[in-house]
């Protein structure tokens, strides 16, 4: 009885293992890809920006094996990938699909995350500020990929079954993810909400510039629905 239990464990682990290595592998390429992708858009937009304020160049560099950064004016875009294999909750309406129910394998996925920070939040180190979701692409065994995110980072690409990762599927991703950014404006923070300060906030902003900011905090978005 032990014996048995002890192989059924040992195939589980075997299965298990195998398909999550290659979810990471997956999802490792469509990094990747990014990369290649967001450095053919620094260099088209440069070439269409020439003669322009060199401040609003667009500039990618990678920031360590699983992140990407790509700076657009005074915005920054981060591409971060975790390195867990994630599973969708039976909850979800993915498993609606055939393509779920026929193998359920497909809906473990890898995880990129991209995230929209304020360019002046890392060139003073105020590492307070908040940056924001603004959506994530999760990517299966097959090469698939859906993604998740914030209106019109939602209206495509929810059939996980019908989307593969390619160059041309993942650069809509990425314009779709920079359209939002740089249309999701700073706005004046209500009066009464900053009218009294202290004698350290102003100590400390005089030395490094480190008042807390960001787009959520204490803003709001033109016809924010979140």
């Known amino acids: 009885m032990e014996e048995n239990l002890t192989h059924k464990i040992i195939d589980t682990l075997k299965s298990k293992a195998t398909l999550k290595q290659k979810v990471f592998d997956t999802t490792l390429n469509t990094l990747k890809l990014i990369e290649e992708i967001i450095s053919e858009i620094e260099q088209e937009y440069n070439e269409l920006l020439d003669g322009e304020d060199n401040r609003i160049k667009v500039l990618h560099h990678k920031t ?22 994630f599973q969708f909750n039976k909850e979800n309406i993915i498993w609606k699909h055939s393509y779920m ?21 890392f060139v003073y180190n105020r590492n307070d500020d908040i940056g924001y979701l603004v959506g994530r692409i999760f990517v299966n065994r097959e ?24 160059k041309e599927n993942l650069r809509h991703v990425i314009e779709t993810a920079i359209n ?22 102003m100590q400390q902003k005089a030395q490094d510039n480190k008042i807390q900011t960001g787009k959520r905090l204490g803003f709001q978005f033109n016809t924010d629905d979140v």
């Open 101 to 121: 129910k026929n193998n359920p394998d497909n809906g473990y996925v890898g995880q990129i995350s991209i995230y929209n920070f304020l360019t002046d939040s």
């Open 180 to 201: 939002y950014t740089i249309n999701f404006d700073l706005l004046v923070p209500p009066y009464d909400m900053i009218k009294l300060s202290t004698v350290g906030q």
């Open 143 to 166: 090469n698939h990929y859906m993604v998740e995110g914030k209106r019109q980072m939602s209206f495509r690409d929810k059939d996980i079954s019908a989307c593969e990762v390619n």
């Open 64 to 85: 360590g094996i699983y992140d990407l950064q790509l700076k657009l004016g005074s915005d920054i875009l981060i591409f971060s990938m975790h390195t867990n294999v």
